[in-house]
């Protein structure tokens, strides 16, 4: 297949396209808009490759979505380019209603006009795949409010939608838009919703990487509340592969829930952070030392949960990382990759970014 990877230089979209490209024989084109989130170098292990294509435009932009299928004819598209950061989406959802709905719905209408110029078994074999959050679904009861016996609900493909921040809502609409577009024109779509995930290449301002560097430089190490926010945790290349799977054996008009089977208490995830660290790069005094409590996000769900089981028991998809070993390889990662870090943090990533691009042309 030719696939349209958009938002393939972000965390979870760079992850696709390195398993697309090292376990099949599938051509990518990644559409990005570079903003500052999207990180070419953690593509470079694919630059070069014949059967890799770089894209810089903003899917916002009609006549750029409209030339770039011309130019290219993909037979799917995996949906991943999206503003996804929370804290951001609060003190400024501009972005996010435009990149996460007004991008989507320019994005469909490309597809749906490249889709409605195909022959009719081209047609029945195109795939549209967007790529959504189980936040969506807002928040689950928490288990400190229940007794110790309590069966506590999961977030399943029939869950109802409410969404709690503007990055959520904007995420929510963005979902409606992909399946009314399915229902209305016919456009074979799928949409899948997934926990949060974590591991190598992920940009410093989410929780995961941002408590591993800050430890590291010896900064405070911020807990929103008391830190019981429960989160379902997926290790990002387990994730890339459920993603390739529904595109591929995934039936058009369907959802699937993608979760890591692996909730956690964000106080908990800290505290396995700092003991990791006291083991493979140990100080003096122990990195829990550098904990520190903040005022809690406004609106700040409780706890999220993926039901998996549709994905597990229909496409024969399941987690190969527990948390304990996708954290250890996450923190390791990080410690092996410290001028990944720095480019990424000083902004010098976007040097190496056009050198690298400007020796390929």
């Not at 749906?112 to 047609?123: K, M």
């Not at 679904?137 to 503007?166: I, K, M, N, W």
Request: hydrophobic share 35%.
């Amino acid at each position: 297949m030719k696939i349209l990877v958009t938002g393939g230089a972000g965390f979870i979209g760079s992850a696709v396209i390195r398993h697309i490209i090292q376990y099949t024989n599938d051509e990518v084109i990644n559409v990005d808009k570079l903003t500052y989130a999207g990180n070419l170098e953690s593509l470079k292990e694919v630059i070069g490759n014949k059967r890799y294509y770089f894209e810089q435009a903003d899917i916002c932009d009609k006549l750029a979505m409209e030339r770039i299928f011309a130019q290219y004819k993909p037979d799917a598209v995996m949906h991943l380019a999206a503003e996804s950061h929370v804290d951001r989406s609060i003190t400024g959802p501009a972005a996010f209603i435009e990149t996460n709905i007004v991008g989507t719905y320019v994005l469909l209408e490309a597809v749906r006009a490249y889709w409605s110029s195909l022959d009719a078994g081209a047609r029945a074999a195109f795939r549209f795949h967007h790529i959504s959050t189980d936040e969506v679904y807002g928040d689950l009861p928490h288990p400190d409010d229940y007794s110790a016996f309590a069966v506590l609900p999961l977030f399943t493909e029939q869950s109802a939608y409410s969404p709690s921040s503007p990055y959520s809502a904007s995420k929510a609409s963005s979902d409606h838009l992909v399946r009314a577009w399915q229902r209305t024109y016919g456009l074979p779509t799928i949409v899948t919703n997934c926990s949060n995930n974590y591991g190598p290449y992920h940009f410093p301002e989410k929780l995961i990487p941002l408590v591993i560097l800050n430890a590291l430089e010896g900064k405070a190490l911020p807990i929103y509340g008391k830190g019981d926010q429960i989160r379902d945790w997926l290790y990002v290349e387990d994730h890339a592969r459920a993603l390739y799977t529904v595109l591929t054996q995934g039936k058009p008009g369907e959802t699937y829930n993608i979760g890591g089977h692996n909730e956690k208490k964000n106080l908990d995830v800290v505290y396995m952070i700092c003991a990791l660290l006291d083991e493979i790069k140990p100080k003096t005094t122990s990195y829990r030392e550098q904990i520190t409590y903040v005022a809690d996000r406004p609106g700040h769900d409780r706890r999220y949960a993926i039901d998996a089981h549709k994905i597990g028991i229909e496409l024969n998809w399941k987690p190969l990382e527990t948390f304990e070993t996708g954290i250890r390889k996450t923190v390791e990662w990080y410690l092996r990759n410290q001028d990944w870090v720095n480019n990424v943090k000083s902004g010098a990533y976007k040097s190496w970014i056009e050198q690298n691009y400007e020796e390929r042309a």
